[in-house]
Every structure is written in structure tokens, then in C-alpha cells.
């Protein structure tokens, strides 16, 4: 045995390609090259002023300090006014665990309630981090596949298919990182009764909850009507402009709350005191920044579906939300540049970077083989470059 052994856990986990097609990215931008980047994950804004004076109001004042290990009282109790108001929902500070960023609330969630043995069902496509949660609890991910012309809503018959004695929960993302895909109130009510009848626990991911640009958006826990243990996390990255600033919150049960409280308390003790304060003048403040933004992702989104429709053999569904399109270029697979094949999505997208100088994410590391996702949140200028040069490469495959 070496000292440099590492553990089971780290060979096990895969790490992050979408950091490795950014890291590609920047490495021809440091050679001067003109890279357009439709990889991004988070708002081109700026976080809003209001919530920018609140931080450092907070550094001034000396609010610099550990807060309570669940998270200071005042943004629990903001929390639930928020979910109150927002959501329709009754939840009270101690059913609350602010953490730093929403991905520790899942990787929390996911510790606290799946052991070895456990079967976790996350739907394909899914966002590259829930496999990894659950291989990190010691579980197992069992993937269910989705109808990418209906939102990329569940396919049910796989579902209760794949449902058996060692099945412990699910996850679920509406709107969704990749696919941009809103479920509506009768599949997000059909996962809660089929949950409760197989007495499963649902982790429902709704940091996109701000994105939502047709028809209006209904938190799981509100269409909960059977009783099912839904965990909601939340986050104030997107909605805000705020994935800096690290917070993200989980609501639930008192037991599993307290439970995950717990594990924080050993990992990081509490998130971080300026982002917390800054998180209570968002959620407290003037929400017309939120709408604001969500006008103009609308208007991009539009822009971004209409170019990638004009595509030949290019196929889009509208997404409902979030900030992704994620059209099927399978057709484009089988096909040849300089005498190389292109065979999957990850061979496609790495052509798309060295022909148009455009970076993307290819669908294929989010369990969707022939797709790529295209963030929009991005100018309508650089959309509508960037389309412009993946349609030019496009055409060059022969
Ligand atoms: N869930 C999904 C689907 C995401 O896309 C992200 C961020 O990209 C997160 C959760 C985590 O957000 P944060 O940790 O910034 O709150």
C-alpha cells in the first residue's frame, strides 16, 4: 500500500467533462483564437445591485463569522416566507438547511438517505452531477429514459418497470439542466403516487424554478396530494445571478433535515455568512430583476429555437425553461470530415470546437447519445454567431 492509494470512492466517481470542453476553450482563447462559448452554465448577469450592497454591508459590519450550522434564522424564516408566498407551501425554519450552493443540499440529501445496496432512479438525460451523488452514497443509479418530443417527461412503463424491493428514491429536475424540459402537474403527480404506493422518496431539484417561460410553474411538494417524503432543494444561483456566492437551501421533513444538518455540520459547519446575508436581501427584496432577466432568457430562447430549427436534419423540442436548447443532431452522426468519422456526440462536439470555434456540451455525457446542449445564456449577438458558424462546419460534413 502506497501513501498516494486513493480511495474506492475517487476511482469510482467520473469527473466533470463539462469543465474539460471550458478547459479546451480557454486553452485556444490563451492562444488568441476567437472561441464562442454556448457551454455556460450560469446567468450572464451580473447579480443584482441590491444584493451586491447586501454583502458588503454585511463584510462591513463584521458579519463575517460562522452562522448557525442550519443557517442564520432570519434567512430560514425568509426562506419560508419565500415558499410561503411563492409556492404555496407551509414550511417552518427548522424543516429548513441553507448550504453552500444547491449542489451540496443534493450531495447532502443523497448521503443522508441511500446507503450501499440502494437503487436511486435519475432520468435520462440527466444533469451530469445526480449519477455521481448517488455512486457517492455507496447506491446505485438506475436510468430511466424520457420522451424528448413531450418536455422529456417520464416514461412510465420503464419507470414501474425498473421499480424492485432495492429501490429507494428518485431523483427529479423540472425545469431540467439539460434538456430545458418542463413536466407538467399530471407527470410530476403521477412520480408522487407511484412514489408513495412504492414507498419511495423523492429529491426533487428545482433551482431552474425562476425559469419558466410557458405556463405557470408548480413546485412538486404543492401537487403532493398522496403524502409521498418529497426533499425540495433549492437554489439562488440561477434565479438571482448568484452561483458565486454559494447558496443553495433544502427543504423537508424535520427528521431528514436534521439529519442532513448533521453531516453539513462535519463537512463545512455552515454556508458561507456574506452570501447568506446577501441571500436574505434577494429573497426579501424587489423580485422585478427576476423577471427581468427571465423576459430576456425568453427572448433568447425564442431567437436560439428558431436558428437551430432552420438546421437541416437538426430536430429541437421548445424547452419550457431553464437556460438550455438541446437539439438532436443525430443525424449529422456517420458522417465524415477529412476522411475521420464522427460517431457520437462527443466526436461532434469536438469537431464543432475545432471548425467553428464553438464550444458545446455533448449529450452524450448526460446519458443522450446524437444531442448537444446549447446554453443561451449568452447575448442574442453571440447566439446568433455562434449558430451561424456550427451551421457553416455543419455543412462541411460530407
Ligand atoms: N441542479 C442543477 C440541475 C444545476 O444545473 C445546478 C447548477 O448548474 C445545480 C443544481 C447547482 O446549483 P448551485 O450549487 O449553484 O446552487
Known sequence: MSALDFSDRVTRVKPSFTLEMTSRAADLRSKGIDVINLSVGEPDFNTPEHIIQAGKEAMDKGFTKYTAGPGMIELRQAICKKLSVENGLTFTPDQVLVSNGEKQSLYTACQALFDKGDEVIVFSPYWVSFPEFVRLADAEPIIVSTDPNNQFE???????????????????????????????????????????????????????????????????????????????????????????????????????????????????????????????????????????????????????????????????????????????????????????????????????????????????GFGAPGHIRFSYAVSKDTIREGVDRVVKALSELN
Do not use: H
Not at 431523483?171 to 407511484?194: C, Q, Y
Not at 440561477?238 to 433535515?257: C, D, S
Not at 446577501?278 to 430562447?301: F, H, P
Open 154 to 364: 417520464p416514461n412510465f412503463n420503464e419507470l414501474v418497470s425498473k421499480i424492485n424491493s432495492k429501490t429507494k428514491g428518485m431523483i427529479i429536475n423540472s425545469p431540467s439542466n439539460p434538456t430545458g424540459g418542463v413536466w407538467s402537474s399530471g407527470a410530476i403527480d403521477k412520480i408522487l403516487e407511484i412514489s408513495k404506493k412504492n414507498n419511495l422518496i423523492v429529491i426533487s431539484d428545482e433551482c431552474y424554478e425562476k425559469l419558466v417561460f410557458n405556463g405557470q410553474y408548480i413546485s412538486a411538494e404543492k401537487l403532493n396530494n398522496y403524502n409521498t417524503e418529497v426533499v425540495t432543494c433549492m437554489s439562488l444561483s440561477k434565479t438571482y445571478a448568484m452561483t458565486g456566492w454559494r447558496v443553495g437551501y433544502t427543504v423537508g421533513n424535520k427528521n431528514i433535515i436534521r439529519a442532513m444538518s448533521k453531516l453539513q455540520g462535519q463537512a463545512t459547519s455552515c454556508a458561507n455568512s456574506i452570501g447568506q446575508k446577501a441571500a436574505i436581501a434577494a429573497l426579501t427584496g424587489d423580485q422585478k430583476c427576476v423577471e427581468s432577466m427571465r423576459n430576456k432568457y425568453k427572448e433568447r430562447r425564442d431567437l436560439m429555437i428558431r436558428l437551430l430549427k432552420e438546421i437541416q436534419g437538426a430536430k429541437c423540442m421548445i424547452p419550457g425553461g431553464a437556460f438550455y436548447a438541446f437539439p438532436d443532431f443525430s443525424y449529422y452522426l456517420g458522417k465524415n470530415y477529412n476522411g475521420e468519422k464522427i460517431n457520437d456526440s462527443f466526436k461532434l462536439c469536438d469537431y464543432i470546437l475545432d471548425v467553428a470555434r464553438v464550444v458545446s456540451v455533448p449529450g452524450d
